[in-house]
């Protein structure tokens, strides 16, 4: 079943504003600065487990790619935008942060039908906004459409 232009619209928008959120929070764990001075010695060995390396194994995010990071600079530039207030923002993070629609809807105190009403509103600011920072981007959600 074909889908209507609306929702591939809104599905791109959301997975760009869900990478912009990513990439912000592992350039925030990273962080953005030189590394402090470290030792080059290995870790000295206190137990057996670690000798063998029978401990599970710890598994960091990857660095962002060039387009996740221009995805974020435009993103940004789109949410700095005059078209969106400030509870737009809030709630397109907060969705894109995975938050669930009942926890967003103790925390403001409106009722979730008219969130979601809130949330489609601001997608569409947003996409407005974002049309016009990135075009080429625009240009591939009308041709996908």
């Not at 912009?20 to 010695?41: D, F, H, N």
């Not at 709630?91 to 949330?119: D, F, M, N, S, V």
Request: aromatic share 8%.
């Amino acid at each position: 079943m074909p889908k209507s232009a609306a929702a591939v619209i809104r599905a791109t928008l959301t997975r760009d504003i869900r990478t912009a959120w990513i990439v912000a929070r592992t350039l925030r764990e990273r962080g953005c600065w030189p590394a402090k001075y470290q030792s080059a010695m290995p870790e000295v060995v206190r137990e057996f487990f670690e000798a063998y390396g029978l401990e599970r194994e710890k598994i960091g995010n990857l660095p962002p790619s060039n387009r996740d990071i221009s995805v974020h600079d435009a993103v940004h530039a789109a949410m700095a935008s005059h078209k969106l207030i400030d509870h737009d923002r809030r709630l397109l993070w907060a969705r894109a942060a995975k938050i669930g629609w009942k926890q967003l809807t103790r925390e403001t105190y409106i009722p979730e039908r008219t969130l979601r009403r809130h949330y489609g509103q601001a997608l569409m600011a947003f996409g407005v906004a974002y049309a016009l920072v990135r075009p080429e981007r625009g240009q591939e959600i009308r041709e996908a459409a």
